[in-house]
Structure formats: structure tokens, C-alpha cells
């Protein structure tokens, strides 16, 4: 789900009418290209009416040509319904395709759609394999998925060491459940020593990211002196 945002970054600038007309232009006689960008400014309303409809129409044509970052969006278009009714079928089969082209945020997202039975037939061991696959390039939700089962001893043989470390790479990536997740790591002494003074700073930390959950941790750990 992160992958979108990264494409809006690169791809989005301010735009003017004479631009919006030669990028429909250009994704009218197919340009892959022209079509992403175009679905990603209809996406967010730049340059254009945000129009959800429009920003599937566009992704999609490029999605179908094969365009990584366009599946990604097209999954998280039905993923969350967007303009469209939600279906969780089509955002996996959208997902699974960029997926199978390496990119990590999707890999992530089918990964937990398959240990959840979400949108497909529950499938731990594609699970796994799919959360190894985008922990593998660093990705913070792949990386925080894998730490889970390791913790858990769900899927794969307990090691809450393991766990503890694929959790704090994934909070090293500002991922706020995972600040809080090694926050309580280190407040409980789960595969690591006990230590709740740097437990509160990781607290602290996915507070300072909108996490009210870290905001509470923090105030009862510097409550206790902490």
C-alpha cells in the first residue's frame, strides 16, 4: 500500500491544463507511461477533479500492460474502494501481479491476505514465503509480518530473538506499529533484555508518528520514572 505514495513523489509535479491535455494525449494512443501518471493526478486531483474512476481506468490500462506501480495501485484501489465497489479478489490478483515482478509493498500485501484467508484461500506457507520475499528487500510491512510469526510461533518454529530483530529493522523504518511493537519488546524482555527506559523512547517514537497507543505506553512508563 506504501508504493502508490512513492509513485506520486516521482512522478507528480504541478501541473497546467496544456500539460493534462498532452498526458491524455499521450495515454489515449497508449503510453504506458502517460497512463500512470495520468491515473495517479486523477488519483490525488492534481491538475484534474480527483476522480477515483478515472484513476482505475488509467492504472488499469497500464496495469494490464505489465507497469509494477500501476498493479500496486489498482490493487490498492480495490483493496479500500475506491471509486469502485471493494474486492479483495481483484485487489490480490492485482497485488499478486506486481508481486511476481519483485515489488516488495505488494508482496507484503498478499502475504497477509493469504495468512488471513483475505481475499483468497488461507495459505500460511505462501504466506511465509511472500513475507520472506519483501522482508528480503527491507520493505517495513514485510519485515514487521515476518517478525510477527517468528514472535508468535505461528507458521515457522518460535524464535523470539529473531522476531525481536526483523521487528526493530522494520521500526528502524519509522513504521509506527513496529516502534510500539519494539517498544513493548523491550518492556516485556520478549527476545531481548528487559529495559523500559529504551522501551519508553520506541513508545515515544510511534507517538511522535500518530500512534495513540505509543502516546499512552510512554505517558505510564514516565509515570513509573521510566
Known amino acids: 500500500m506504501y ?32 497512463q500512470t501518471m495520468l ?8 491538475g484534474v477533479e480527483k476522480d477515483y474512476r478515472l484513476a482505475l481506468k488509467w492504472h488499469k490500462s497500464a496495469a494490464e500492460k505489465g507497469d509494477v506501480d500501476s498493479q500496486n495501485i489498482v490493487g490498492v484501489i ?34 497477509e491476505m493469504l495468512l488471513n484467508g483475505d481475499g483468497v484461500a488461507k495459505n500460511e506457507q505462501q504466506a511465509l514465503m511472500w513475507f520472506q520475499k519483501s522482508a528480503n528487500q527491507n520493505h517495513p510491512k514485510g519485515l514487521f509480518g515476518l517478525a510477527d510469526l517468528y514472535l508468535s510461533g505461528k507458521v515457522v518454529e518460535q524464535d523470539e530473538q529473531k522476531g525481536f530483530q526483523l521487528m526493530k529493522r522494520a521500526a528502524e523504518k519509522k513504521e509506527p506499529f513496529a516502534q510500539y511493537a519494539v517498544g513493548f519488546l ?11 527506559t529504551v522501551a519508553k523512547e520506541w513508545y515515544g517514537r510511534s507517538c511522535d508518528r500518530g500512534l495513540k497507543g505509543g502516546c499512552q505506553a510512554y505517558r505510564k512508563l514516565n509515570e513509573q520514572g521510566f
Open 3 to 34: 508504493k502508490f505514495l512513492i509513485l506520486i513523489l516521482f512522478f507528480i509535479i504541478p501541473a497546467h491544463a496544456n500539460q493534462i491535455d498532452q498526458l491524455k494525449h499521450q495515454a489515449e494512443l497508449g503510453d504506458t507511461n502517460a
Open 39 to 46: 491515473g495517479s493526478r486523477y488519483f490525488i486531483g492534481d
Open 78 to 111: 480495490y483493496q479500500l474502494g475506491l471509486g469502485v465497489k471493494e474486492d479483495h479478489s481483484q485487489a490480490f490478483f492485482w497485488f499478486k501481479q506486481a508481486a511476481e515482478q519483485g515489488d516488495a509493498p505488494s508482496q507484503a500485501e498478499i502475504a
Open 186 to 196: 523491550y518492556e516485556k524482555g520478549i527476545g531481548t533484555r528487559q529495559n523500559r
